[in-house]
C-alpha cells in the first residue's frame, strides 16, 4: 500500500472534457468518472435533465505532487464554473505490492 | 378567434398533464434517458420528413428560406439583447445568454405547431423544416459575441479557446448535427428503402410527442419555484419577446417568403420560440457568469407553456388573417 | 376446463422466457430505465382506451364501477390482514404493508389479461380500467391505516407528517396520475386528433407488453432466493390470497356490476393481483419497520406468475360458468 | 484550502426528499447526489429496478459545526429507514482562495 | 459489379451519419440504455422472425444450417489465430481473444444485410437466423481453449472457475438467449395471438435499426483514435479476415447448403462479421491479459465499417456470381 | 460514532460477483455499488456503451481486521483484471449510538 491524495472533483458534464486535458497536460493518467450526478451548491440545483445540465463526479488518485499540480489546474475552472474539489488522504493498494 | 376545441388536441392536453402532475406535487418522473431518446426519435423524424420534402421542391424556395432562418437568427438574438438590456435593465451577460436562446428554436414547439396544423387539416410549406434546422447555430454564435462584447477586452487566452470550441458547437451540436443528417437523408436516400423506414417514423410521430410534451410539461412546471429569481420584469419578457418574435415570424412568412397560412404559422413559431435543449449547455460553456435559472426558466418555464397555449392558436388567427 | 393452447399466448411465452433466463442465470439484463419507460408507455395506453371507451358510456355505469372499486380497495386489504394476522401469524406492520399490495392491482396482470382476451376474441366491458386507476389510492390508504394502528398511540410528530404525505402519496402517485390524467384525455380530446396519437399506443401495445413481462419475468425469478425469508406459510398466502380476492372479483364483477365473461374476467384479475410498482415505495415509507423482501417476494415473486399462468386461465373459466 | 467534513450518506431514494428538507432547516446549501446506487446492508440487498427502491449516494462538504448538526439531524432517519453516514476529513479547494 | 444506389439504404447511411458526426467531433451522444434497449428490440424481432418461419421449414434443413453453424464457429476462430500468430506476429493471448470475435458474428451487420436484400428485393432463406443464434457459443468456447493452450500448465484454480463460469456464459449469454428464447416462442406461440405483437415487430424494425446503426457508427468512429496502438499489420487482418470469412461462408452457403444468393449472402455475413456485443465482455473475462482496445477497435472500428460499407455489396455480387 | 475504514473499488462490472462472492466468504455484509462509471488507467479509457465493459465504484465500511481481509482478497483480481483500490479512515454515524 501507498500513500496518496484523492481528489474527488464535482463539475458539469460539459466542462469534463476540459479537466481532461488538464489532466493529460499535467501527466495524469488514472480517473473515475461518475455521470449523472445532481446537485446543488452556490449556483442553485443542478440535475440530469434533457438539457444536460447534470453534474459528474470525478475521483483522482495521484502522489502529492501531481496532487497540487492538479489542484492548481482545476482552481481556474471551478471558479468560473463552479463546482468543488475535496482533497483528503488514502492509502492506495496497489496491484503489484 | 379560435374555439376552445382547438386547445383539446392530444399534443397540448399530455403537455397540461405534465404541468399539472408537477403542479400536485406527484411523483411521476420520466427517466432522463428516456426524454433524450424521444427527443432523438423527433428530430430524427422531423429532419426525415423535411428531406423527403426537400427532394421534391425547387432550389431558389429553399436558398430564400435559409436566408431568411439566417436572418432570424441573427437578428431576433439583437431584437431580445436590446430589449434585455434597455427595457428590463438586466446585466450585459445575462442579457446575452437569454437572447441566444431566443434566437434558437424549440423543436417541442414546431411540432406541437405541426400536430396544432395536422389537427385543423391545414396542410404547410417543407422549408420551415430546413429553417429549423439552420436557425440553431447563428443564435449559438451571436450570443457568443454579444458575451464577448460585454465582456470587452477582458478576453484572455481562455476566452479565446472557449469561442472556438462554441464557433465548433455551433455547428456540430447533436440537434443540428441529427436535423441536418437526417434531412440529408431523407433527400438522398432511395425512396423505395426510405419505404421501410418510414413507418417507425410516421406513426409513431404523435404518440412519442405525446410522451415527450408530457415530460416537457414535468420540466416546465418544476421551474415555477424559480419564478420569485426570475423577478417580474423578465416573466414579462417571457412573454412578450415570443409576440415579437412571432410578429417578425408572421412578416417574414407571408410577405418575404409567400407562405399560406401553415408555413406562415411555423415560421412564426420559429422565430417566437426559444430554445431549451441545445443553446442551454452552449450558452453555460460560453457565459459562465449568467445564471442558468434565469435562461432556463423563461425559455422552459415561460416561453415554452406560452407558446404551447396560448401562442400557437394565437399566432394561428394571425396567419389566418394574412395569409387565409 | 382451458386447453394448453390458451398458455401460448405471447404475453406469457414473454413472461415465461424472463423467468427462464433468470433461472438459468444468464447475464440478459433490462436497463432499468427500459422498464420504466416500457411501464409509462402501458399506463398511458391503458388510461387512453380507457378514456376513449369511457366518452361514450353512461354515467351511472361508471358510478358503480368506481364504488365497487372503492369497495374492492378498501376491503381486501382489510381481508388479507386478517388472514395474516390471525391465520399466518405474522407481525400487525408486516402484515399491514403486505395487505396494502394485495388491495391494490398489478397493472402488467391486468394488461396480460386483457392479451388473454383478445386471443380468444373474447370482448370485454371498459369500466374496469377506470377500476384499475382508483383502486391504487385506497390500499395505499388501508395500509397506512393498519400501520398505524399496530403502532397504536406511537405516532409522533414525524409519523403524523409521513402520514400526510402518503396520503397526498396515494392520489398523486406516478401509475395514479399516468392512468387517471390519460384516461381525462381520451375521453375529451378531439377524436380526430387523437386518431393520430392512437397507432402509437394501439399498434406497439401488445409487442411492448411482451418486452415489459420478459423483464418482469426476470424480475420475478429473481426473487425465488428470497422465498426461504419468506417461509412456507407465507407463500400458501401468496397463491391463495389471489384466489380469495378473484372469488370475490368474479362476485363483484357478475352479481354487483352484471359484466360479460370479459369484463368478470378483469375484475377477478383486479382483486387477485397484488401492486408491485405503485405500493412498494408506498409502503416503505409507511411502514420502515416491514421488510421489502417479503412484501415485493409475495407481490412480485409469487402472486403475479401464479396469477400470469395459473390464475388467469382459472378465473376466465370460472368467469365463463358465471357469466357465460 | 480549507479542512472541512466530508459527509457520505447512503440512504433509500424515496428518503431523499427528507433528508433534503433536513440539510435546508440547518442551513447546508451545498450537496452532490449520485442516484441509481445499488448495496447491501442490514436490510439486504437493494438495487434500482421498475419499483424504484433503489440507493443514493450523497455527498455534503460542510464545517464542523454544521457537520454535528447533520449527524444529529439524519441519525433518527438512519434508524427508522436503514442507510449509513461516514463522515471523513478533507481539504476543500475553495474557488476563491 | 453494384451500383452506388445500392449503397443508399437507409441502414448504411445512418451508419455513415453517425460515423460522421464523431468525426467531426459533434457532442451528439445516445443515452447508453437507448443503444442497449434497441438491440434487445432488434435481437427478439430476429428471432421471432426467424422462429415463425422455422415453424413453415423442415427439421432437416434446421439441422444442416445448425452443422454448418457449428463447423464455422469453431472453425474461423482457429483460422484466425493461425492468421493472428504466424502472419501477424501477434502475442498468443491477444491472438485467442480476437479470434473468437472473428468467430462470432455482428448481429448489426447481419441485420443490415437483411435491409439490403430487403432494398433489393431479393428473399432469403430463414436459417441463417437460426445460424445467427448459435454461433456465438462455439467462438466463445473456442476462444477460451486457444486463451488456455496458450497459457498451457498455468491453469490454477481460479482459471478453472473462470472457465466454468465461461461455459456456463457461452451458453446463456444474453443474445444468445434473447435470439433462441424468442426464436422458440416465434416458432410454438399461437399464430393468431403473435399476430397481435408482430406490428410492433415488424413495422419498427427497419426504423429501430436506423437508430441503431446511427449510434453504431458513432460508437466505430470512436475507436478510431485507437488505431495507432492497433498498428498496421493488424488493420490489414481487420479487413483481410472478413474477406477470408466470406469466402469460407459463401462456399458454405451455397455449395454445402445450397441456399439461394439471398441466404448464400447471409451465410457469408454470419462468418465474415465480427462480435462487438456478446464477445467482449466474455473475452474480459476470459483473458483479462488481452487488450479491450484491440478487439474493440479492429471488431467495432474496422470490421464493423468495412462489412456494412464495402462487405456487403461485394459479398453480395459474389453470391449472385455463384448463385444467381 | 465508530472509526472505519473506507475501501474504495473501481472495477469492471462483470468482475463484481466475484468481488461479491469474496466479500461473502470473508462475512462483510454491507456495501454501497454505483454502476455506470468510467474512467482512465493503464488499460486505457472505459466507458458504458452496448458492449457492457463500464466500471462500477463500490464502497465498504468495515473494521480494520475485515479490511485487511478485503484487500488481501481483492488484490489478485487487481492484478489480473485491473482497476483500483483506495482505503481511508472514517467514522461511521452508527443508527444505534
Ligand atoms: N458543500 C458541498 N458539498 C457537496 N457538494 C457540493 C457542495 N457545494 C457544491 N457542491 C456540488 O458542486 C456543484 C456545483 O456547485 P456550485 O458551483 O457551488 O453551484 C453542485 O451542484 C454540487 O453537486
Ligand atoms: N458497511 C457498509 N458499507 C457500505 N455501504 C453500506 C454498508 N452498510 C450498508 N450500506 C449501504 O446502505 C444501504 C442500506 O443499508 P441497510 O439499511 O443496513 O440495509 C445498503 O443498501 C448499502 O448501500
Ligand atoms: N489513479 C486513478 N485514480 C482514479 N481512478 C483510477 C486510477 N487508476 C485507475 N482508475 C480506475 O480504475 C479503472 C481501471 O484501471 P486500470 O486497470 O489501471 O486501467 C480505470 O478505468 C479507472 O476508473
Ligand atoms: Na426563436
Ligand atoms: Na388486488
Ligand atoms: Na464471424
Chains 1, 4, 6 share one sequence.
Not at chain 1, 71 to 81: E, H, N, Q, S, T
Not at chain 2, 121 to 141: G, T
Not at chain 2, 149 to 172: I, Y
Not at chain 2, 295 to 316: A, D, E, K, M, Q
Amino acid at each position: 500500500m501507498k500513500p496518496v491524495k484523492r481528489i474527488e472533483i464535482v463539475i458539469e458534464e460539459i466542462e469534463l472534457e476540459n479537466v481532461i486535458s488538464e489532466l493529460d497536460r499535467i501527466g495524469v493518467v488514472g480517473y473515475t468518472i461518475v455521470p449523472r450526478a445532481g446537485g446543488r451548491g452556490e449556483r442553485g440545483v443542478r440535475s440530469e435533465t434533457v438539457q444536460g445540465l447534470g453534474n459528474v463526479l470525478m475521483t483522482i488518485a495521484c502522489d502529492e505532487r501531481q496532487a497540487a499540480a492538479v489542484i492548481d489546474a482545476i482552481r481556474p475552472i471551478l471558479k468560473r464554473y463552479g463546482g468543488i474539489c475535496l482533497v483528503s488522504d488514502a492509502m492506495w493498494v496497489i496491484h503489484d505490492s | 378567434m379560435f374555439s376552445l376545441s382547438n386547445m383539446l388536441i392530444p399534443a397540448i392536453l399530455f403537455f397540461a398533464l405534465g404541468f399539472l402532475a408537477q403542479l400536485i406535487r406527484s411523483d411521476l418522473k420520466f427517466p432522463p434517458d428516456l426524454a433524450k431518446a424521444l427527443s432523438i426519435y423527433l428530430l430524427v423524424a422531423i429532419g426525415l420528413h423535411g428531406g423527403i420534402e426537400l427532394a421534391k421542391i425547387d432550389a431558389a424556395g429553399a436558398l430564400s428560406a435559409v436566408a431568411a432562418a439566417l436572418g432570424l437568427g441573427f437578428g431576433l438574438p439583437v431584437i431580445a439583447y436590446a430589449i434585455l438590456v434597455w427595457a428590463v435593465r438586466l446585466d450585459r451577460l445575462n442579457a446575452a445568454a437569454i437572447s441566444a436562446h431566443y434566437g434558437s428554436v424549440s423543436a417541442g414547439t414546431f411540432v406541437t405547431a405541426i400536430a396544432f396544423l395536422d389537427s385543423l387539416k391545414v396542410s404547410h410549406e417543407s422549408y420551415p423544416v430546413i429553417m429549423l434546422a439552420i436557425m440553431e447555430s447563428p443564435a449559438i454564435i451571436i450570443g457568443l459575441v454579444l458575451a464577448n462584447m460585454a465582456r470587452k477586452g477582458q478576453g484572455n487566452g481562455h476566452q479565446k479557446r472557449v469561442s472556438r470550441e462554441l464557433v465548433h458547437d455551433a455547428f456540430t451540436n447533436g440537434s443540428v448535427v441529427l436535423l441536418l443528417g437526417s434531412m440529408l437523408l431523407g433527400a438522398i436516400a432511395q425512396p423505395a428503402a426510405l419505404d421501410k423506414i418510414m413507418p417507425f417514423y410516421d406513426m409513431m410521430f404523435m404518440g412519442v410527442l405525446s410522451l415527450f410534451l408530457l415530460d416537457m410539461g414535468m420540466e416546465a412546471a418544476r421551474r415555477i419555484g424559480d419564478f420569485r429569481k426570475v423577478g417580474p420584469s423578465l416573466l414579462v419578457f417571457g412573454v412578450t419577446m415570443p409576440l415579437v418574435g412571432a410578429a417578425v415570424g408572421l412578416a417574414t412568412g407571408h410577405w418575404l417568403l409567400g407562405f399560406g397560412v401553415g408555413g406562415t404559422l411555423l415560421v412564426a413559431v420559429l422565430a417566437a420560440s426559444a430554445s431549451y435543449i441545445a443553446v442551454p449547455p452552449a450558452m453555460r460553456l460560453a457565459v459562465p457568469e449568467a445564471s442558468p435559472a434565469l435562461f432556463l426558466t423563461l425559455s422552459l418555464g415561460v416561453t415554452f407553456p406560452f407558446n404551447v397555449i396560448v401562442g400557437i392558436p394565437l399566432y394561428f388567427w394571425a396567419a389566418q388573417r394574412l395569409a387565409g
